[in-house]
Nanobody, 123 residues
């Protein structure tokens, strides 16, 4: 059974930083073609924030470019999202996602596996 476990969320003031982590289990880490981070604010649709493929090519939503960095640590089997210069509009539930089939990293439908989410609140 595949599980993705996120951690690192919390409450922070505007301008602050957080680092989210995601540890997948049930699949060999290298079996994922794409991994990504999504977020969902109350009353809004889930949106892609950042994605990375097995060749470490990454992409970002325009709203987070220059502030967020997605990375993988293969030795630790962990996906990260470093979030700097946080803004109130970054508030939401952040989800880690993974897919063994390659696709667009900003499409919810590209991902078969999802974590339970970790809350980020920026005030």
């Amino acid at each position: 059974d595949v599980q993705l476990v996120e951690s690192g969320g919390g409450s922070v003031q505007a301008g602050g930083s957080l680092r989210l982590s995601c540890v997948p289990s049930g699949h060999t880490y290298s079996s994922y073609c794409i991994m990504g981070w999504f977020r969902q604010a109350p009353g809004k649709e889930r949106e892609g924030v950042a994605g990375i493929d097995r060749d470490d090519r990454s992409g970002y939503a325009d709203s987070v470019k220059g502030r967020f960095t997605i990375s993988k640590d293969n030795a630790k089997n962990t996906l990260y999202l470093q979030m700097n210069t946080l803004k109130p509009e970054d508030t939401g539930m952040y989800y880690c996602a993974a897919a063994t089939v390659c696709g667009s990293w900003f499409r919810v439908g590209s991902f078969a596996y999802w974590g339970q989410g970790t809350q980020v609140t920026v005030s």
